[in-house]
């Protein structure tokens, strides 16, 4: 399959497309790789915590349960990244596979600190990070306030996940030389996604309105760590060149936007045993996506009335939600994002078409890039 000879997927895509993308790239050998090597990490981080007390033992089985049941997407470009490109330098296969697991310690850490500043309260289907060490408070009979408790342990949650993606990366196997040129891409995409949680706080707050500042949100906060720096990640280990780069963030820039769009899409209209996730948090926690914004620039008086007084309230009704809902379709804001998802989605694939990468690697980034726009999770 070939990027830009065919149509543009929707979401609509059926599920014969999907299986052709986890062929093409590989995904169930990758997922299980990654699996395998998270699990034999907190093993062994598992001896280390409860010989220090066992009260630290449900720390790391958070740490755990953020981290996997991921689609490992991350790992997947970073790896694809990595595979695409002939090298002078040669890595294992294994010990990269290694190192580009350790994003999702980033991912876990990313989506932990995020559920506590949303006041979220699910995530893949179970309690938010911060939900369940508060109710962990309760059953314990302990003293002070649940809630803050819980947000104390999920910011220590999150923090520990980022600190052993550090270690998992630098112990990976990777050779010294491939784990210094990788330094540099692993350190601009942290210091990218705390950033953008920032930015994303700063537009909750009224600060970077309209639709732009949207998507810079999106992009610092979650496209770029997403596509973007795994891609760079890959290059880097595999000491690819500064064209590859280039047409890595070709590709990159409006992949990430498009998956982060349908981020949002199905933030709002998901289907929650799908997702894991209530369709209605998003609503609820006030979040600031592009979809809300071109909805307030199209909605009339009323309508803007109705974004005011049902965003952000954690108390308003199923009706109120699913009124909402019906000004963003009747509004164009829920066609005017599929279309911008359909317009970068084939953006990166003629990107990917025109990249210097192997063409077996060109077939899964393809497949990636229809995984990572298509899905329903």
Not at 102 to 123: C, I, N, Q
Not at 294 to 318: F, I, Q
């Amino acid at each position: 399959m070939t990027a830009g000879t065919e149509a543009t997927p929707s979401t609509s895509a059926n599920s014969a497309d999907q299986a052709v993308s986890l062929r093409a790239a590989d995904l169930d050998r990758l997922r299980t790789t990654v699996s395998d090597t998270l699990d034999a990490f907190l093993a062994e981080k598992r001896a280390v915590l409860a010989g220090m007390d066992d009260a630290l033992v449900p720390v790391l089985e958070e740490v755990r349960a953020v981290a996997e049941g991921g689609k490992r997407l991350r790992p997947a470009f970073a790896y694809w990244g990595w595979r695409a490109v002939s090298t002078a330098h040669p890595e294992d296969d294994t010990a990269v596979l290694r190192a580009v697991a350790a994003l999702e310690f980033v991912h876990g850490s990313a989506l932990v600190h995020d559920d506590v500043m949303d006041e979220a309260t699910t995530r893949r289907g179970r309690p938010a990070t911060h939900v369940g060490f508060a109710d962990r408070h309760t059953e314990l009979g302990l003293d002070g306030d649940p809630a803050l408790f819980g947000t104390g342990a999920a910011i220590l949650v999150g923090d520990l996940a980022l600190v052993w993606s550090d270690e998992l990366l630098r112990r990976s196997g990777i050779s010294a030389e491939a784990l210094v040129r990788a330094r540099p891409v692993w350190d601009t995409m942290r210091t990218e996604v705390t950033a953008g949680q920032y930015l994303d706080l700063l537009r909750a707050a009224g600060g970077l309105p309209g639709p732009g500042g949207a998507l810079k949100v999106a992009r610092y906060k979650s496209a770029g760590y997403t596509v973007q720096r795994p891609l760079h990640l890959g290059a880097a280990i595999a000491d690819a060149g500064p064209e590859v780069v280039e047409a890595y963030t070709a590709i990159a820039l409006p992949l990430g936007e498009a998956f982060q769009l349908r981020d949002d899409v199905l933030g709002v209209f998901g289907d929650p045993q799908v997702t894991g996730k209530s369709a209605d948090e998003d609503l609820r926690e006030g979040k600031q996506t592009l979809l809300v914004a071109l909805t307030e620039a199209a909605a009339d008086a009323e309508g803007r009335a109705l974004l005011r007084r049902v965003l952000g309230d954690a108390g308003s009704s199923a009706g109120d939600l699913d009124a909402v809902r019906d000004l963003m379709r009747r509004s164009g804001a829920v066609e005017q994002v599929e279309d911008r998802i359909t317009t970068q989605t084939a953006a990166a694939r003629e990107a990917i078409a025109e990249a210097p990468v192997l063409d077996d690697a060109r077939t899964a980034l393809d497949a990636l890039a229809v995984a990572a726009t298509t899905r329903t999770t």
